[in-house]
């Protein structure tokens, strides 16, 4: 099974190769031609309509346009890709931008695109009639997540944490990766004990019944911008205006989902999912209620990096310190005091 070792030194690779120049080769072509990037590679998620292709569909990237190069399940996959310049931006859990940071890679978050609140969650659900009724029954037991070392993973250690577990017992609950489709599956079946499920496939799990949250991400921490969006450092030197063009463009779109009926994005999605001709099955995006950014327009707030610090602190999984400020900037985005014009 992988290991957030293994994960954190893959992280630490791409920054290295980043940080040697062995990597986003087409940017240094862009600024020796005086002229910055105006197309963004990225990876998106089947079924599903990101924001930055939701800004676009908008009119709100103005001349940036996108570039869709395949889809991820992985926020830590997605932003190493754009570590080592196989995409121009990527997007995950800020627990795992921090590590990202951390292990040297230079890179910079921008905006937030990804939260909880009371419509949008994610839940570790468990079945009718299990044993497992408190966070110590976890122990020797399984859990079933999208992937290692990113938010399910920090969130369940810290429902551990708070209900008084020692990090020997934390560390005898097993977290294993199963794809989000097959989860409902695998706690209905017994392979797993528990399951993270969130968005429409909670939704369709529950309507079929038979299985309850033991907790739920929105009880435990409330309201919050969970993942952001980033980019390497050294493209935002270089490409600047069209860092800020993105930035304040996602924002506009987190404010238009926010303020737009529901009725209404939907069927937007629709409308994107259909012209993008993927073959995709859209049934899922009936069931979208939001994006749980917290912020306007996505602005980022310290404490959004800071819980997530003070977190792998503890846990012993940053190798050196490192400041929130470091992390992030709302220089680029229009909805941030100071921020782009």
């Known amino acids: 099974m992988t290991t957030r070792r293994n994960a954190i030194a893959g992280l630490l690779?791409?920054?290295f190769l980043t940080a040697t120049g062995l990597s986003a080769c087409g940017n240094s072509q862009a600024s020796a031609s005086g002229s910055q990037v105006k197309e963004l590679r990225y990876q998106g998620s089947v079924?599903?309509?990101t924001l930055p292709e939701l800004a676009a569909d908008l009119g709100y990237l103005g001349d940036v346009t996108l570039k869709w190069i395949g889809n991820t399940i992985s926020g830590p996959q997605d932003i190493q890709a754009a570590?080592?310049?196989?995409?121009?931006f990527g997007g995950a859990f800020n627990g795992a931008v921090v590590k990202l940071a951390?292990?040297?890679a230079p890179v910079t978050a921008v905006i937030g695109y990804y939260g909880v609140d009371k419509d949008t969650y994610t839940g570790y659900y468990v079945l009718d009639g299990s044993p497992i009724k408190t966070a110590r029954d976890l122990i020797g037991k399984k859990i079933g997540v999208n992937t290692l070392g990113a938010h399910h993973e920090a969130v369940i250690k810290t429902f551990l944490a708070k209900n008084s577990l020692t990090d020997d017992e934390i560390?005898?609950?097993?977290?294993i990766v199963v794809p989000p489709v097959n989860t409902e599956q695998s706690v209905r079946q017994s392979q797993i004990d528990a399951g993270a499920l969130g968005g429409v496939l909670r939704d369709k799990a529950l309507t079929r019944g038979g299985i309850h949250p033991l907790f739920t991400d929105f009880d435990l921490l409330g309201k919050f911008t969970a993942g952001s969006y980033i980019f390497r450092n050294d493209f935002i030197k270089k490409?600047?205006?069209t860092v800020k063009t993105f930035v304040s463009g996602v924002g506009k779109a987190i404010e238009w989902a926010r303020t737009t009926p529901t009725d209404q994005v939907i069927a937007k999605f629709q409308e994107i999912v259909k012209k993008r001709g993927r073959s995709e099955d859209d049934s899922s995006l009936q069931f979208f209620k939001s994006y749980g950014v917290a912020g306007k327009g996505g602005v980022i707030t310290e404490t959004e990096f800071q819980t997530w610090i003070d977190w792998l602190t503890r846990a012993g999984e940053l190798k050196k310190d490192i400041k929130a400020a470091d992390i992030y900037s709302n220089r680029y985005n229009s909805f941030a005091e100071g921020g782009a014009a």
């Open 13 to 15: 690779g791409s920054a």
């Open 47 to 49: 079924g599903s309509v």
């Open 83 to 88: 570590t080592t310049g196989d995409t121009d």
């Open 102 to 104: 951390a292990n040297g």
């Open 171 to 175: 560390k005898q609950v097993e977290l």
């Open 239 to 241: 490409n600047p205006d």
